[in-house]
């Protein structure tokens, strides 16, 4: 899992991507398809 967050983080970076998008990805990856909607939808109510 530390692997997964480093290289998401340092991949964000580089391509200059907000952290919505890093925390969407995250979730695709690791939870599923199923509940990443559900992380974009908590952060569009923010």
């Not at 890093?22 to 690791?30: D, K, R, T």
């Amino acid at each position: 899992m530390t692997i997964h967050a480093i290289l998401l983080i340092i991949v964000a970076k580089i391509i200059r991507a907000p952290y919505f998008f890093l925390a969407v990805g995250s979730q695709a990856n690791v939870g599923g398809a199923a509940s990443a909607p559900i992380v974009a939808q908590a952060f569009t109510l923010l």
